[in-house]
Every structure is written in structure tokens, then in C-alpha cells.
């Protein structure tokens, strides 16, 4: 959409000042049972679910084609992009048979722990699986100073970011013969798809620096994660006691250890849910020694995010329970996604997943298509949040139906803080980035008491795609001026308090997907030059 589209709506309701009562969030379904998959059939179940920044998503289900070695497959946005029986271009000859584990990255690349189909074996393989390569079957060499001599033999799960970098878990055992143990390691991949390096990540009896212990063994898929820097929070049992640890190194929480809970420890942490973004936030669970009605706790940077038995009031005035099958997500711009449930100490009711505290789906409550939601999954792939924080898919059923996967468009206000550390502050205090819906900006951290605020909007940033932007006089400038289309007054800064102005965005959706950046500029009355800037948003609307 043209920069002068933008200018010509945002503007309009910038000057009119109009604000709109918030609507609630739309949740929309994107794939039921019985939707005809072109060329195969119509979907009967549906599995494992993913999204990325680019409103793209996968699922796996099944079909009801005729030949059940052919009746698993992948969609990617509605679209069959890989299917049981599928010939793959490496080795020669191979071909797919399950798929156990599936993760999407921005650039539209797939990762997969399945089962391949080799020439010369007569039995399916675990492999790991890169777009239409298998990078490693079962039986292939491991290469790694703790475990010489041993081979791949069992992949059960792959997380991929957005540099092609993959992280893939499971087993490895003797060439020999002999006990299997557990492995992590790293696949990275360049933007053709070649296969660049491999290296070990862990591996059973690895010593971990610094705490005088050894790896044994890790946790299920939603115990690991990997951001796009490929850091990795993981939960490990060691020899001597539970953890969860960043990067291998750094333990963030340990059993019988203090938790953010006062007089509380850790009881056990093998049923953690953990997440990692890309500014190095976390957020881990675990179960709490003492008080079952309060055991399970979510953590978020060392401090308590959710206990059991507290009561959020948007959901229920009930307590939530321990609910922990389903994964924890900590997006980009800081929003937590988590799922929860509600008990008046006999009966579990009020199914939710919730960003932050905000219920967006709830069993038996949320209507989508004019059809109740009976169902809210709560197994280890029942939903995803891109690493952005923009957009949601949900697995679950629906009144009369079954199976349905749900889709979900948050719009996003994305903070780019820049290299440079400007001293001022702009940030979003209410609404969201969706058409129809008012925006309420804050300024903050002026040079001077008085300073006149003001925001600028642009339709390109400085230096496009750079996390930086151009020092000069005033401080890093994120966004392009040749490109601005409109600028919000905020009321002078009295020097302690955040000022607020805000923003209607037009019911119009062709504004849908328009990407739009801002940045605050404090300027000290009666001068031209003496200005400071603030961090830089970036503001992508989405549908309502």
C-alpha cells in the first residue's frame, strides 16, 4: 500500500481524535474436519500445529485417502507441502513415512523428526528432515568428543529459528550395540538450503561447566527451546539433580533449590514448559515443595508469573489449576501464551489459552463459525505463537464437527530499541494494532521537564531490515523522514510522568498487513535544535 494511503488514514483519525470502543479479538477457523485437501481428500484429524512471523502455519493431519501410507500431510497455509510416501531428494531413493515433529521458520523453510524409508533397509528409519532432505538417519555416525563411536538411533523432536539454525533431540547408541542415551545437536543451514555444519550440543555424561555435574537426560518437546540468536533453554536431569539451563551453563532453576516464591523450593521440574525470545527473556514451570493447591508455578525472568490457585478475574473467579501438558510461549514483544483451566476443587471447567491474562480461547464459552468450542487441546503441540507475538493457531474441537484449528491475528507493536541507546521512551500503554481499534501511545525519560513530545510515523525504518539506525545530532534515527507520513502532540512532559496521546486505525481492511513505524523526538520549548529521541516501534496491523 502506497505511503500516502497510510498518511491519508492514519492521520484522518489522528486529527479527529475519535476513539472506538475495543472490540473483542476475532478468532477465526482456518481448517476443520471434513476440509477438502486438493488431491488427497478430506481432513479427518488434525495433530501438530506451527506459525511464523509471516502469518504462514503448518499442521499434520490425516486424510481420508485410500491408501493409509499416503494419508498423512503437511499443509502449509491450506496447501499440501509434504505427504506420507513422498520421494525426497536425499539420499536417492528415500522416501517419507511418519512425521513425528514438524517447526516452520520465517523464511518458509520446514524441519521434521520422521521416519524415512531408505533403499537397501527394509524397516522405516528415524530421521531428521530439512525441506526435502534427510540430513541424518538413524545408523548415520555422531559425532561428538563425549560419545565416540556411536550412531543416531532415535530423533524425537527438531526445533528451527529463523537463521536456518536447527536443533534436533533424541538418542544415540553404540555402533556396536549397546544402551541408548540422549543428544542434542545443531544442523546449520545456509539460504539455499546446504547443509553448512553440525555440531553436538549435548550429549549423556557430558560434564556441565562450573556445577560439577553431568548431563543425563533431557525432556519432551516443549522442555526445550532455541530463539533466533540459538541460545537454548532446556530442562536436564543430571547425575545429581534436576535443572533448567540456559545455554548449557547457566541454571535458572534447580531442584530443591529457592524459586521466586518466598520460603518456597523447587520440588521437581521434569513436567517444565520453558521459552526463550530473542532478547534473552524466559519463562519456565515446575512443580513447588509444600502446599499442593499452590505446586505448579510459571516463572518469568526469575520473578513469579501465574501460581496455581490464583485467580485471574478476565477468566474465571475461580482458581486455576496445575494445568501443564501444553507448551508455554514468550514472544518478541514480551506477551506470555499459556493454558490454563479453572477448578472449584471437584470439577475442572473453563479450558483457556490466554496471552498474558487475557483469555483468547475458551472451552464451551468461545463460539467460532457459530460453532461452540467443546474442546481445547492440552497436549505438547496443541497450539503456537510466532516468535513475533503476532499471530496464534490453536488446535481444537468444535460442537458437531471435531477437529478444527483456529487462527488468531493480534496485530503487533514490536519495540526496536536501536544500537545506541536512545534516553527516551515510546511504548503502546493500551489498545492494539488492528483495524478498528484505538491505539494509546505513551512518551517518556524527556531531557528536560517541559519538553514538547512529539511521534513521528514512517512507512520504511532508517536503514531497512537493521536492528540500527543513524546516529546523528539528536541521536539514532530509526525511521526514514523521506518517508513520514504523519506525526501525533503528545502534552508537554512535566519531567515525572509518561505523556499519552493516541490513534484510531480505520475499520478499513485493506489496512490489513500495512507495516508502519514510529519514533518520539522531545524537543526543549523555545529551541529548533535541542531534541532527543526515543527507541523506535514497529506497528504492523492486523485484521480485526
Not at 310 to 328: E, H, K, Q, W, Y
Not at 341 to 350: A, C, I, L, P, Y
Not at 405 to 415: H, N, P
Not at 442 to 456: K, L, Y
Amino acid at each position: 500500500m502506497s505511503s500516502l494511503r497510510y498518511g491519508k488514514a492514519l492521520l484522518w483519525f489522528a486529527l479527529l481524535g475519535l476513539p472506538t470502543s475495543a472490540s473483542a479479538q476475532t478468532v477465526e477457523s482456518v481448517l476443520e474436519t471434513g476440509s477438502t485437501i486438493l488431491g488427497i481428500g478430506a481432513m479427518t484429524t488434525l495433530d501438530l500445529v506451527h506459525v511464523n512471523d509471516t502469518k504462514m502455519w503448518t499442521a499434520l493431519i490425516d486424510t481420508g485417502f485410500s491408501d493409509q501410507n499416503q494419508d498423512g500431510v503437511v499443509l502449509r497455509s491450506g496447501f499440501a507441502t509434504f505427504r506420507e510416501g513422498m520421494f525426497f531428494s536425499s539420499p536417492a531413493g528415500s522416501f517419507l513415512d511418519e512425521i513425528e515433529s514438524i517447526n516452520i521458520n520465517r523464511q518458509g523453510n520446514i524441519a521434521m523428526a520422521v521416519k524415512a524409508r531408505v533403499p537397501g533397509v527394509s524397516s522405516a528409519k528415524q530421521a531428521i528432515a530439512f525441506n526435502l532432505r534427510f540430513v541424518a538417519v538413524a545408523g548415520d555416525p555422531f559425532i561428538s568428543p563425549f560419545a565416540v563411536g556411536t550412531v543416531f538411533d532415535q530423533i524425537e523432536f527438531v526445533k528451527l529459528n529463523d537463521n536456518n539454525l536447527l536443533l534436533a533431540k533424541g538418542k544415540i547408541r553404540p555402533a556396536t550395540g549397546g544402551a541408548a542415551r540422549d543428544f542434542m545437536m545443531k544442523f546449520q543451514f545456509d539460504e539455499l538450503g546446504n547443509l553448512v555444519s553440525s555440531t553436538s550440543f549435548a550429549v549423556n555424561t557430558q560434564p556441565i561447566p562450573g556445577l560439577g555435574v553431568v548431563v543425563g537426560s533431557f525432556g519432551t518437546n516443549q522442555s526445550v527451546a532455541m530463539n533466533n540468536n540459538g541460545d537454548v533453554i532446556c530442562y536436564v536431569l543430571t547425575n545429581t539433580s534436576q535443572m533448567v539451563l540456559r545455554n548449557l551453563s547457566q541454571p535458572l532453576a534447580r531442584e530443591s533449590q529457592p524459586s521466586p516464591i518466598p520460603g518456597r523450593t523447587w520440588k521437581t521440574l521434569n513436567v517444565a514448559r520453558v521459552a526463550l525470545n530473542d532478547h534473552g527473556d524466559f519463562v519456565l514451570s515446575g512443580i513447588l515443595n509444600a502446599a499442593p493447591s499452590t505446586a505448579y508455578l510459571i516463572e518469568k525472568n526469575g520473578q513469579k508469573f501465574a501460581q496455581q490457585g490464583d485467580v485471574i478475574p478476565a477468566l474465571s473467579p475461580l482458581p486455576i489449576t496445575g494445568s501443564n501438558a501444553a507448551p508455554i510461549f514468550l514472544t518478541n514483544n514480551g506477551d506470555v501464551f499459556w493454558r490454563t483451566s479453572v477448578s472449584d476443587g471437584t470439577t475442572v471447567t473453563d479450558d483457556a489459552i490466554l496471552r498474558n491474562f487475557e483469555p483468547i480461547v475458551v472451552r464451551n464459552r468461545t463460539v467460532v463459525n457459530g460453532r461452540l468450542v467443546t474442546k481445547v487441546e492440552a497436549v505438547d503441540s496443541c497450539f503456537a505463537v510466532s516468535p513475533n507475538g503476532r499471530f496464534l493457531v490453536a488446535s481444537v474441537e468444535l460442537a458437531l464437527l471435531g477437529d478444527a484449528l483456529l487462527f488468531v491475528d493480534f496485530g503487533l507493536v514490536l519495540e526496536l530499541p536501536g544500537c545506541f541507546a536512545n534516553p527516551g521512551k515510546l511504548g503502546l500503554s493500551s489498545g492494539a494494532a488492528r483495524v478498528g481499534e484505538h491505539m494509546e501511545f505513551f512518551m517518556d525519560d524527556g531531557h528536560v521537564a517541559g519538553a514538547r513530545p512529539r511521534i513521528n510515523f514512517s512507512t520504511r525504518q532508517r536503514i531497512p531490515g537493521s536492528e540500527c539506525g543513524v546516529v546523528g545530532p539528536f541521536g539514532e534515527t530509526m525511521i526514514s523522514n523521506a518517508h513520514l507520513i504523519g506525526s501525533l502532540f503528545p502534552p508537554p512532559w512535566d519531567g515525572t510522568n509518561p505523556v499519552t496521546t493516541g490513534v484510531t486505525i480505520p475499520a478499513d481492511l485493506a489496512l490489513v498487513d500495512a507495516v508502519i513505524f514510529a519514533q518520539g523526538q522531545f524537543r526543549r520549548p523555545g529551541t529548533r535544535f535541542d531534541r532527543t529521541l526515543t527507541n523506535a516501534l514497529r506497528i504492523e496491523i492486523g485484521a480485526p
